[in-house]
């Protein structure tokens, strides 16, 4: 796939559905991850690849959390599906590291490039993706589930599978209401 076509022209699908990346395809699109820009060489991330039992293991933490938190029955059951949206779902965690010159901000930044660059890589090698985040991805319950220090972050959860639908229309954005030249 040409690059610029796929930068102009790349949309999230939401209905995912198998097979999901696997092998090379899969391995790519986490080395992609790793090509994050990357200030001060602090590679502030961690993927956690949760596939089958991984999903239920995902939904397990999720309904804890939401259990926890005394939450409603109807967001327990909603959580419980959650993760099995798609074949795959790609937790990204920004694992931060103290520099004196690269803020936390920058390395979740950093954290937030990887989920890009992995969804462009599924798009690149014919899967598809959808980046999620939601509530339960700031939650202190789901933060020590995945072991994270206090200012680490997840920063997303990436859907990836193959495609139910055709991807709606890239939206034309009008390049005068975003962009000005000092
Ligand atoms: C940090 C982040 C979190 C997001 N979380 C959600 C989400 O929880 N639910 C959702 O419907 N879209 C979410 N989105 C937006 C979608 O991933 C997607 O970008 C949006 O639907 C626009 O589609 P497009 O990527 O094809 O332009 C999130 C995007 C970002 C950058």
Known sequence: MDALDLLLN???????????????????????????????????????????????????????????????????????????????????????????????????????CAVQAMQMAAVAQGFQGFWRSGTWMFDSHVERAFGLQEQDKIVGFLYLGTAQCQAAPTPQRDLDKFVEYL
């Open 10 to 112: 790349r949309r999230s699908i939401a209905k995912l559905s198998h097979p999901a990346p696997c092998g090379d395809v899969l391995n790519n699109i986490l080395a992609a991850g790793l090509r994050a820009p990357d200030h001060g060489g602090l590679t502030p991330w961690r993927f956690v690849v949760a596939e089958g039992e991984g999903q239920q293991k995902l939904a397990d933490i999720l309904v804890s959390a939401a259990q926890s938190a005394d939450a409603e029955q109807a967001v327990i059951d909603k959580l419980a599906k959650a993760p099995f949206r798609a074949p795959m779902v790609i937790t990204v965690i920004a694992k931060t590291k103290p520099h004196p010159k690269v803020p936390e901000f920058e390395q979740y930044l950093s954290a937030a």
